[in-house]
Every structure is written in C-alpha cells, then in structure tokens.
T-cell receptor, first 110, second 112 residues
C-alpha cells in the first residue's frame, strides 16, 4: 500500500463548479496535513493545512479531515481556469516529515 | 525575490562531471530539505538539515552529497551521476519541528 494515495486524474470540471480532490494515507501517526498546488514546470506552493478533524475553510478552499478514516480532501468552490494545476496531498507522517502523494491533475474547463 | 532561491534553474551535465546545486532561504527558517521530483512519481525526500545538522538521509546514493554551511544556505554536490538521476530537484525550508515547508523554484537537472 502506498503511503499516500491520490487519484492522478485528470479531474476535469467546468468553470464555476466545485472540484473535489481526495487523499488517503496509511500512517496513523500523521498529525498535520498539507495541500500544495503545483503548476506545470513550477514548484509546489502551500495552499492549505489542517490539523483537526472536520472542515477548515479559507476563501474558495475547504480542507476536510477524517483521521479515523485516514482521509483528507480539498474542495475548491467556483473553480477557475487558473486553478488548473496538480494538487499534492502531504500528511506529516509520524516522524513529522512531509510524505507526498503523486498528486491529482485538475483541469478547469472555461 | 522569493523566500527560497535555487540556482541554477536548469543544468545539463555529463556522467563524469561534478556540479553543485545551491539553495538560499530568506525566511529565517532553521531547517532545510532536498527533494527529488521525477515524472509520475511522488516527491522524494532526500536530505533534511535541522539547525545545520543533517538529521535525515533517505538512502540516497553517495553520488549526491549535501552541505549546509549555515541555516540560510544548502548545497547539493553532484558527481558521476546516472541518466536516471535526471529530475527536478527542489529545496525547501521550514522552522525546525514545523512541517509547513516552503519550496524554491527547483533545478531541472538533465544527465547525458
């Protein structure tokens, strides 16, 4: 089993729709969860983090965490073409180091 | 200027060459990281320096040699690389014990 699993996509959504990105992880010791956005040819950029079970909202982004199910998700409301990128899920792991998934490619269609 | 700066942005080297990648952070962080990103693979953590001490080496071949002379600078010395080492090499920094990491723009390395 991979440490962090993400659907590689591409996930295609129309402009203005909600994009839902999912991630499961294997390390039950993970305490912190990060979402990074990576545009093609660029480096990852931190967009959200969540530590507690439940939802955390920041503008158009909502992170959801369920530690019992070892599941974390990112919702993007009112998706824009500029949101088209690869989204990387990164739990911290029991050793407090970021463990990255392969990422989900999101394509927002105008 | 970004908080984490990497040079060069692109590097092509032969298998017998020696080169170095440089990373500099202006965020006041005291932990720095080297990651490797290959196509279709997750980001792989290579080395971690915390408070200028190497605290993690994830079974990286000895042809990669890191150096951290101070908390703001990190180097990755390369020698006798293989074509499969071609990848994007990313530097990141954070506060020690805090996993919220900030990345540099990366060095695209091609080994020929």
């Amino acid at each position: 089993q991979k440490e962090v699993e993400q659907n590689s996509g591409p996930l295609s959504v129309p402009e203005g729709a909600i994009a839902s990105l999912n991630c499961t992880y294997s390390d039950r010791g993970s305490q912190s969860f990060f979402w990074y956005r990576q545009y093609s040819g660029k480096s990852p950029e931190l967009i959200m983090f969540i530590y507690s079970n439940g939802d955390k909202e920041d503008g158009r982004f909502t992170a959801q965490l369920n530690k019992a199910s070892q599941y974390v998700s990112l919702l993007i409301r009112d998706s824009q073409p500029s949101d088209s990128a690869t989204y990387l899920c990164a739990p911290s792991g029991a050793t407090n180091k970021l463990i990255f998934g392969t990422g989900t490619l999101l394509a927002v269609q105008p | 200027e970004t908080g984490v700066t990497q040079t060069p942005r692109h590097l092509v080297m032969g298998m017998t060459n020696k080169k170095s990648l440089k990373c500099e952070q202006h965020l006041g962080h005291n932990a720095m990281y080297w990651y490797k990103q290959s196509a279709k693979k997750p980001l792989e953590l290579m080395f971690v320096y915390s408070l200028e001490e190497r605290v993690e080496n994830n079974s990286v071949p000895s042809r990669f040699s890191p150096e951290c002379p101070n908390s703001s600078h990190l180097f990755l010395h390369l020698h006798t690389l293989q074509p499969e080492d071609s990848a994007l090499y990313l530097c990141a920094s954070s506060q020690a014990g805090n996993t919220e990491a900030f990345f540099g723009q990366g060095t695209r390395l091609t080994v020929v």
